[in-house]
Structure formats: C-alpha cells, structure tokens
C-alpha cells in the first residue's frame, strides 16, 4: 500500500527585509522604484525536507522553537504555498493549528459549533449528527444558547476543542493545542488523541511537551534549521534531541555584553554586562521554577548616589510579566557612593511557564532619573518541563507579577 | 465520515484555473461566512434590521429635498424620489459590497491564516450579505413604484432588470476581489476605497439623469465606471428607451475587465496572503 503523506523535497524560502513592515506599503513601494533595490536577505524556513507517513501512522514532530514545525504544517494543511518540492497527499487533512479559529464573540455557542465546524470543513449534516457528541465534550450545554462573549476563557476553549475534537479526517495535524485548559479537560484530550490513533487514522502532532509526543506516537521526527535531522522511534528520537539541545546550552553561556547600547544617554554611564543563572549554572537555558539569578555589572563616571537597578522579564510577545526593581523592594542602594560595581538578584523560584523566548529590559538610574534603558538586553529560552508529571507543560496564563521573595546584593 | 477522499498533490506554483468542484464541496461555507455577517451585523442594535431599509429611505429623503427640491435636477420625467432611489437601490449594493468585500480578507486574516479553504469564498460572501440588503431595499423600491403610480413597461423590466442586476453583481465581484487582494499586500486601500466610493457615486448618474453630459467624450469616459451601464439599463424600463448603445457596451466592456481581471489578480496572489495578512 503506497503511503498516505509523501513529501519530497519540500523546501520554503522567505525574504527578510529589516528594513520595511511585515506587510507592503504603497507609499514604500513608490518611493522603491528610485531607490536601489536593496538586496534583500534569504532565508530557508525550511530546506529539503522529505519523509513519508504511513497509514494509522501517529508522528511526532520535534524541534525547538523557530525550527521549521510550523512552517511545514502549514505547508500541509495548504495555508501557504512551498517554494519547492512537492506533497502527494491520499486523504483529506485536517489541521489544528489554534482551537477556536473563526469563533466569534457575538455568535452563541450554537452558532459558533456550526461556524466553526463548517471552517473546519465539517459538512451541516455531519455537525447536526455529531452536535450532541460536541456539546457532551464540551461541557457547555446550559450555555449553549449564550453569546460567546459571556463564556469563561476556559469554557470557550473546551467547546473549541470539542468541535475539532469530531472532525474525523484521514490525516489530523495538530499543533500545540494540548497546552491549554485545565488538567482535568487536558486529560481528557488526549484520550480523545489516543481515541484517534487508535481508530486507524493518521496524526501528525507536533509538541514541546515530549512527554506527550513520547505517550501518543510510536515515531518521530525532529526538524532542526529547517532540515530533518533523525527519524525513527520517538524514544530515540527524543533522546537525540535532548542530547543537541544540551549542547547548545554550553556554547550561549548566559553572558551578555550591554557596552554597545545605541539608547545609552551617556556612553560612560550604564550597564556594562549581564549574566545569567540558573541554578548556578550560567546559561541561556532556564527551567520553570529554578533557582534564577541575574548580575548586572555597571559603571559610571560620577558617584552615584541614590542607586535604581531593575528589570522586567517579558514573553515572546513582548509582555511583562515579572518587573523587579531595588526601590519598590525598599532597598536603597545608597550606603556610599558608588563608581562601579554588580548587583547580583536571585529570586529562588522563578514561577514563569510556558515554553517561549524570553526577553528581559534593563534599567539602571540615579535618583529618579534613568541614565540607561536596554531593552530586551538579555534574552533566554525556558525548557519545556514537565514539574508537575502530568504530561504537559503549565499554561504560560500561569505567568505572575509575584516572584516571591527577591534576594538583591550590591559589591 | 467524508466521503469524497481523493488523492491531491501540494505543489510550489498553484495552477490559475478555477476548481469549480473544490468551489462547490465548500458552498456549504459561502452560506456560513453570510449568515455569520448578517447575524453580527445588527447585534446590539435596538433597530436592527429595519436600518437595511431605514439607511435607503432616509437618504433618498435628503436627496430628494436637496436635488429634487431646491436645485430641481431632471429626472427623465420619474418623480425625483423614485428616479433617485432607482440609481441608489443599484449603488448601495455596489457601495456596501465593495467596502465589505475589501476589508474581508483582512478581517478574516486570522481564519485565513490557519485554515485552508478557497479564499474566494471571503470576498464572495460579503457579497452575498450585501444581496439581501439588496433585496430587502428591492421590495421597498417595488413598493414605491406602486404608491407613485409610476409606468413600468414589465415586458422590458424583465429583460433588462436582470441585464442591470448581473452588470452590478460582476462588476461588485470584479473590484471586490481585486481590491481585498490589495489591501492585504496594501493597507492604504482600506482608506482609498471609501474615498473612490464617494466620488464615485457624484460622477456615476444616480442623482442626475446622465443626459445632462452632453460632452460625448466625458460620458465615454464616465462609462468605464461599471455602474454607469447597470444603472442606465436599470432605469430603462421605467423612463422608455433613450440609452446611448455605444456608452452601454463601455460599460458592459469594461465591466467584464474588471471581472476577469479581479479574480486574475486574486488568484495570482491567494497562495500568500497567509504570509503578508
């Protein structure tokens, strides 16, 4: 029996301009036509990838972030065209690439199950057939009849889940929707996944959560740089990506050079570097709920006397999460006047989940005054973890303003 | 469950035919995207659906007082109010549809992003919404011509009114598709479409009759606006025969332009709006 998913050779090339918006410009492009063409830089999302899935098939797709998983499901599911290459596909495909797309806020749950399934690519009749199976799912039949704008967030997510839970095509790609809802609804889910696997259909499910991927799906894959780097069994294939991702940990060895920033006021006055722990182990890689220690070591060329030192901790998004300075702790800084010198911050359990970039913003002041604002001066990785053993990685919704205690040396 | 497997192949440059069968396994959603627009549109609205024939009603009041009234434009012997709402009934549809249908890509950009289905479905669909409108605003019309006693000649309204309704429709289509292409690549159109729209409606003949240019060689020009032929045959059976042929097949020439080459350049860019939307 010939495979159900051949991919060859499928490649995907974008274009990085630095310079212009994501999106065009009229007015950018009129004034183009007398500028030089500036060259603009290639970049491969994906290179060369090729692999074929079997029928009844469940595959894991790993890598870390900004390796090509999404890119190449989105190729799959027909979104965006590939650059190269070519994918014969004998069934129907599904994807999950965000539960609830096309729910809208004014539609009542009713309304929205058929809305969405009918997106989904669900025919009427097969959304009447399978209405009661989705609202039992869903939980949310005493508000069925209920504008969507009054559910709970976790409420609308189970009845998203719920509708593409029924979709039934040959070939279902998920991507990263497990994360989400609570731990009893989660469980639910992936029940319904082992349901589907099980039932002889393919799956194609891409995770952070190896756990997950290990639990549901007998092969992986793992892309990295946009290329296949192994395929086999998800437990070896796990292992190896494991082994690669520790590595690279030793080579960005948490230390940030700040002497170069352009928004500095004063070339002499600011932060000189930063470093980063976690557990007292310098890295860019940060486990939730480690031990999560920051030095940022400054100078100045007037003795400062009334020392402010702060951060914030945003996610990939750019949003605060965590904002930490020696002032609103009530420390003054101020026991002699300082030239030089490291403020250390450790905070013993740095409560952020999720499985994002983070970046950090840098402050670094006199009095009232900021004399050195870096934005995103430092930024790491958090490794998915698994810390409470139940298989998926905590919401990064979970994210708080309350670092808990925050122990701050000055030297 | 789905019935109709069949083996398909991705590949890099998507071929510029139209797959009418692909078109019809998803009409379903053609339905869905419509009604989805009517339902939201009127919500939280203490008037509702009465503003569909409320908006029409009021402005051919102000246009009646304004250009019937006090500056007495001809009205090809109709009663101005009937004259004017004959060419509004015709531009409302042209004017809502085209707003809509461009902005649809954009305001769907987040379903278009992760969910494949023919994207012309989005812009088709806006048009859709504004057809009921349109028909809504079509019985108040029917309605006024019987309270106004006006002489309809029915054997010529029933060639030409359908003449008239499928010049609108396509050129609606034409440009709708044309230009929600374009705003996703550029977003000034969102501010160029409502701009053109009214300029557009003072230079097409909604409230003069167009024999009042009687310059040839401007209304061979204003004739490339698609809804200077819709609306001249709309009116045809009410005011008797006195369209110029020549200036009806511009119209009918250029609306066919705008038909091909909207869904042409839709096509063409469709494969990468996910990217750019």
């Known amino acids: ?411 | 469950m789905q019935t109709e497997t069949k083996e398909y192949t991705i590949l890099p440059q998507r071929s510029m035919t139209f797959d009418f069968q692909e078109l019809y396994q998803y009409r379903e959603l053609f339905y869905f995207f419509t009604w989805r627009d009517i339902k939201i549109r009127y919500k939280q609205t203490a008037l509702g659906i009465v503003w569909v024939i409320l908006q029409p009603i009021l402005t051919v009041l102000v246009f009646s007082l304004f250009f019937g009234k006090a500056l007495k434009v001809p009205s090809s012997g109709l009663p101005y109010p009937v004259f004017v709402f004959s060419g509004l009934l015709l531009w409302n549809f042209f004017s809502s549809g085209l707003n809509s249908a461009s902005n649809s890509m954009l305001n769907n950009s987040a379903i278009i992003k992760k969910i494949y289905f023919p994207r012309i479905i989005i812009p088709a669909s806006s048009l859709l919404v504004s057809s009921v409108d349109f028909l809504i605003t079509f019985v108040v019309f029917i309605l006024m011509l019987i309270y106004y006693q006006v002489h309809l000649d029915i054997s010529q309204a029933i060639v030409f009114w359908p003449l008239a309704i499928l010049l609108m429709v396509f050129g609606t289509l034409g440009l709708g598709c044309w230009l929600s292409a374009l705003s996703v690549k550029y977003r000034d159109f969102r501010y160029v479409v409502p701009f053109g729209l009214q300029i557009l409606l003072f230079i097409s003949p909604i409230i003069y009759p167009a024999s009042v240019i009687d310059s040839p060689w401007i209304n061979y020009i204003l004739a490339i606006n698609p809804m200077y032929g819709s609306i001249i045959l709309f009116r045809i059976p009410m005011t008797g025969n006195d369209a110029s042929f020549d200036l009806l097949l511009i119209s009918s020439i250029s609306t066919s332009f705008f038909v091909a080459f909207g869904i042409y350049y839709f096509r063409k860019t469709e494969a990468f709006f996910a990217d750019i939307a």
């Open chain 1, 1 to 411: 029996m010939k495979p159900i998913l051949e991919i060859t050779n499928i490649s995907k090339r974008f274009y990085l301009d630095h310079q212009n918006a994501p999106y065009l410009n009229f007015r950018d492009r009129l004034t183009d036509i007398f500028k030089k063409k500036n060259k603009k830089e290639e970049f491969w999302a994906l290179k060369d990838i090729q692999f074929d899935v079997e029928q009844g098939e469940s595959l894991g797709i790993i890598g870390r972030n900004g390796a090509g998983k999404s890119t190449l499901l989105k190729i799959l599911s027909r979104i965006t065209p590939p650059t190269t290459g070519k994918i014969v596909s004998r069934g129907r495909i599904a994807s999950l690439l965000e539960v609830g797309t096309g729910f809208h806020q004014e539609l009542t749950g009713r309304e929205n199950i058929y809305m969405n399934g009918s997106i989904l690519g669900m025919r009427k009749w097969q959304i009447d057939k399978r209405f009661d199976e989705i609202v039992d799912f869903s939980g949310t039949e005493k508000f069925l009849d209920t504008p969507l704008k009054h559910y709970s967030s976790g409420m609308q997510l189970r009845l998203a889940f719920a509708v593409a839970a029924h979709l039934d095509p040959e070939i279902l790609i998920i991507d990263e929707v497990l994360a989400v809802g609570d731990a009893e609804f989660q469980k639910k889910c992936m029940g319904k996944m082992e349901d589907v696997s099980r039932g002889g259909r393919t799956l194609l499910f891409v995770s952070h959560n190896l756990f997950a991927v290990e639990h549901l799906c007998k092969n992986s894959l793992l892309i990295d740089n946009g290329r296949v780097c192994a395929i086999g069994k998800s437990k070896k294939v796990i292992q190896n990506y494991l082994e690669t991702m520790n590595k690279d940990t030793n080579h960005q060895n948490g230390y940030f050079d700040l002497r170069n920033n352009p928004t500095k006021r004063n070339k002499e006055r600011g932060f000189l570097s930063a470093q980063l722990y976690c557990d007292d182990f310098k890295t860019n890689l940060f486990r939730c709920e480690s031990n999560f220690k920051l030095e940022l070591d400054f100078s100045d060329t007037i003795p400062i006397n009334d020392l402010v030192v702060g951060f914030v901790i945003k996610d990939s998004t750019q949003k605060p999460i965590i904002g930490i300075n020696n002032w609103d702790l009530g420390l003054r800084l101020n026991t002699k006047p300082l030239i030089d010198g490291k403020v250390t911050f450790e905070i013993a359990k740095l409560p952020i989940y999720g499985q994002d970039g983070f970046y950090v913003d840098l402050y670094f002041g006199d009095g009232g005054d900021n004399y050195d604002i870096i934005e995103n001066g430092v930024a790491f990785n958090l490794e998915p973890n698994d810390i409470l053993k139940m298989g998926r990685i905590l919401n990064p919704a979970l994210n708080t303003m309350h670092p808990g205690k925050v122990d701050i040396r000055i030297s």
